[in-house]
């Protein structure tokens, strides 16, 4: 089944700088992308996502690229901010297996001012 | 977008009682998914909630702990039963809406077995 590994576990950034988090899969098969957002005490936001068709998308400060022969995934956040502190998850699913979500482990992103 | 609702937001209960989770989505939806998130980790499925037929539990779950109903297109609920100490956890209610079946979350229940 698929396997999804995501990079770093804990990620601390400036105020206004960019963050990086990476996640690879193993699943050849994989085609869609969501990235969730976790705020302490709240459930999953989803902010954004990508399917296999497509190599980059971007929601204002927020952007996902996809490297399909590299099997790997990054979500940019730019000129961050405190209120971009939470944890954040990313997430990988084909049809072969139902489009069920394999999530990362999770990366807490620490933004300080 | 899918808005997803669940209670209890959260629970303390003791050792082998039962405990029944609500989720109601405000639209009819396909799909919907429990979830099981224990602290500080990722989120585990737990099985897919059928409409009108028995859920399907991924490996390691099984229906006797974790019953599941969904007697209709936008609600389902998840009970978890005999509770220990280990049960402690997030649970998380999830649905597929819109042209691209995207996935949404609920709020979550958190659950604390004493």
């Known amino acids: 089944g698929e396997n999804v590994e995501q990079h770093p576990s804990t990620l601390s950034v400036q105020e206004g700088d960019s963050a990086v988090i990476k996640c690879t899969y193993s699943d050849s098969a994989s085609n869609y992308f969501p990235w969730y957002k976790q705020e302490l005490g709240k459930g999953p936001q989803l902010i954004i996502d990508i399917r296999s068709n497509v190599g980059e998308k971007k929601d204002q400060r927020i952007a996902v690229t996809l490297n399909k022969t590299a099997k790997h995934f990054s979500l940019h956040i730019t000129e961050t901010q405190p209120e971009d502190s939470a944890v954040y998850f990313c997430a990988a699913s084909s049809e072969e297996y139902g489009n069920k979500l394999v999530f990362g482990a999770g990366t807490i992103l620490r933004v300080k001012s | 977008s899918a808005v997803i609702s669940q209670k209890p937001s959260r629970d303390i209960c003791q050792r082998g009682t039962s405990l029944t989770i609500q989720c109601q989505v405000d639209?009819?939806?396909?799909?919907m998914f429990w979830y099981r998130q224990q602290p500080g980790q990722s989120l585990t499925l737990i099985a897919t909630?059928?409409?009108?037929?028995?859920?399907?539990?991924e490996s390691g779950f099984v229906i006797d702990k974790f019953p599941i109903s969904r007697p209709n297109l936008t609600f389902s609920t998840l009970t978890v039963s005999n509770m220990s100490p280990e049960d402690s956890s997030i649970y998380l209610c999830?649905?597929?809406?819109?042209?691209?079946?995207?996935?949404?979350f609920g709020p979550g229940t958190r659950l604390l077995v004493l």
């Open positions: 639209s009819q939806v396909t799909m």
């Open positions: 999830s649905a597929r809406s819109g042209p691209w079946e995207t996935q949404y």
């Open positions: 909630a059928n409409q009108g037929s028995e859920a399907t539990y």
